[in-house]
Nanobody
Framework: QVQVVESGGGLVQAGGSLRLSCAASGLTPRTYVVGWFRQAPGQEREFVAY????????YYTNSVKGRFTISGDSAKSTVYLQMNSLLPEDTATYYC???????????????WGQGTRVTVSS
């Protein structure tokens, strides 16, 4: 049973922007953070950013700091990832999921969606 749905991916030129959405209404009340991850072909899934449900705490991997912004709309149970100044190395499938504590490890997250594909052309 899918509990999150990602959307907003697409093809963009380097330097461009995209906003990803994570519809997370199906996550349990135990959820403390919602995280974004990405996985490029042949690569392991890597952490991008997380936000607490309260929206008061955010955390980013170093490679996206200053370019990506994670935010949430509690009324819509939706988490967003605004991606600016995109680079070809940002090309990947992006996933969101929930965790019961603040963590960057994919193994600690649950309820993965199908992902949304982001392709950045040079």
């Amino acid at each position: 049973q899918v509990q999150v749905v990602e959307s907003g991916g697409g093809l963009v030129q380097a330097g461009g922007s995209l906003r990803l959405s994570c519809a997370a209404s199906g996550l349990t009340p135990r959820t403390y953070v919602v995280g974004w991850f990405r996985q490029a072909p042949g690569q392991e899934r890597e952490f991008v950013a997380y936000i607490t449900w309260s929206g008061t705490i955010t955390y980013y991997t170093n490679s996206v700091k200053g370019r990506f912004t994670i935010s949430g709309d509690s009324a819509k149970s939706t988490v967003y990832l605004q991606m600016n100044s995109l680079l070809p190395e940002d090309t990947a499938t992006y996933y969101c999921a929930g965790a019961t504590f603040a963590t960057t490890q994919p193994k600690n997250y649950y309820s993965w969606g199908q992902g949304t594909r982001v392709t950045v052309s040079s």
